[in-house]
Structure formats: C-alpha cells, structure tokens
C-alpha cells in the first residue's frame, strides 16, 4: 500500500479512545461529586437567602421606629396604641399598624419572614385567606407591639386603672433595652392581634413555651422553633433594632425586657 493510501485510510479509521465514553465507575464519580457540591450549595444558599430575608426584616421594623419616634413627637411623647385583640375584630384605626403609616410612606406590614395564612391572600398569591372559608377577622400586620407600652392594654391599666400604663418615654427606664416591636406569631388566635400579652409568659417554668403561643419566638431563624435560645427580631423603644434571643429578653416576669417596672436581664436588649 502506497504512502498516501496509508495516510487515507488511518483518516477513516475510528480513534478507539473517542468512541469509549464513560465507564459506569466513572459516572458514578461524576454523580457523586455533584451530590456532594449540592449538599454543599444548598444549605450555604439557604443560609444566604435567610440572611437577606432578616436584613430585610430589621430594615422594616427599624422603619417603624422611625415613624413611632416621628409620632412622639407629634403627640407629647406618648407612644403609639394597638386595637387589635387576639380572636377579634377590634378598632383597626386605633392600632399603630393603621396610625403610624400617616409618619413615613416606607412602612410595610407584611414581613419578608410571615408564612401566615391569615392574611387575605396567601403567602404568594395562591388560594384564599381564612375570612374568606368563614374563618375570621384577617391578619393586618406581622408586627405586634409590646402591651406594657399601651394605654389600654398594658397590665399595669387593668390593674391599677387609667394613668398607670408606661405610655411614654418619661416612664421608662433604658428605652434601648425595652422591647417595643416584635414578630407576632402566624397561627392561632394572636395570629391577627397587634399585641401580646405578655403579663402571661410568666405562668409557669417554661415562658418561651407561653411567648411562642403569642410571638414567633424563631421569626429569624426561618423554623419553628421553641426553646430560650430561639432567636427573632426586635425593635427597641429607642427605635434600634436586632437579633436576639428569647432568653436574653425574658427571664421571669421580675426579669425580663419588656416589663418597665421590672429588672432587665444580664444581657436582655
């Protein structure tokens, strides 16, 4: 065979090492190595979009400070009310969720962490809310704030009658470390209320097991989940903000950082 025919005919000859392919080993390998990376990837892309979720989160409730320090101002430096009570209709018109939105055109009720489906449509756009199935009044906010702060649903009112709620700066000590805003829970009747009660938690040995039937003690951890150490976030009546832990908030009903007249925690606010 000539020089050229041999050259001919190695062209039209199959390169043995292109046709191969892949052994099952070998796609075994390569499967693996992509299982591992997405066990990898998808928790860090968890974790990344929760962190923006919260920023998100504490950027709305920082609003809401600003717009209740914006109302003090305006109203002899008393706080802000609720009108929504748990399991009823209550007076919408009376609740900061309604009033403070005449202070900032920023505010949003609605927290980027709510999963609740007690709001008239739900999370997403898909299906009814519950009034629509009979189930009640709607969810109007994802915010509560602290009861002791009101005229007329702190404890200290229905104890010792009008003139004795901790209504404005001048009766409280360390407002930095007095909650004022928190995350009400999704579910149940405190689902469409704007307050707490929070004169309740101290009942019994365990009040993060109380609190979470009102707040959403984990709002930040994007789980449910209900021990001391649930973290979630909060708005200080000084209108700060941040990501705190259940038990550095409320220890006892003498220790915790919601109630003026009481201690503050170690390490609460």
């Known amino acids: 065979m000539s020089l050229m025919h041999r050259a001919a005919a ?6 043995s090492f292109s046709q191969r392919g892949f052994t099952l080993v070998e796609l075994l390998v390569v499967l693996g190595v992509i299982t591992v990376l997405m066990g990898i990837a998808i928790p860090a892309l968890r974790t990344a979009r929760l962190a923006s979720l919260n920023t998100h989160d504490l950027s709305q409730i920082r609003q809401l400070g ?19 009570p748990h399991g009823g209709y209550g007076d919408e018109a009376a609740s900061f969720a309604e009033v403070l939105g005449r202070y ?25 809310g ?24 702190s404890p200290m009112v229905a104890l010792y009658g009008p003139g004795h709620a901790a209504d404005r700066v001048a009766k409280v000590r360390r407002p930095e470390r007095i909650v004022c805003f928190l995350h009400m829970t999704p579910a149940g009747d405190f689902a469409v209320s704007d307050h707490p009660h929070v004169e309740s938690w101290g009942a019994g040995d365990e009040p993060w097991q109380l609190a979470s039937r009102q707040i959403a ?5 994007g789980a449910d989940v209900i021990d001391p150490l649930a973290t979630s976030n909060y708005g200080m009546l000084d209108g700060s903000t941040a990501t705190i832990r259940f038990e550095d908030l409320y220890e006892t009903s003498q220790r915790n ?13």
């Open 66 to 84: 600003i717009a209740h320090l914006a109302y003090q101002a305006t109203n002899t430096d008393h706080f802000v009310d609720v009108g929504l």
């Open 104 to 128: 900032t055109d920023d505010i949003v009720m609605k927290s980027p962490l709510d999963t609740s489906p007690h709001w008239p449509w739900e999370v997403g756009g898909e299906g009814r």
């Open 257 to 269: 950082a919601f109630d003026p007249s009481a201690s503050l925690p170690p390490s609460g606010g």
């Open 130 to 153: 519950v009034e629509d199935d009979g189930g009640g009044p709607l969810r109007r906010t994802s915010y509560g704030m602290n009861n002791y702060l009101s005229r007329n649903y």
């Open 217 to 221: 003690i984990s709002a930040a951890e």
């Open 10 to 15: 190695s062209q039209r000859r199959p390169d």
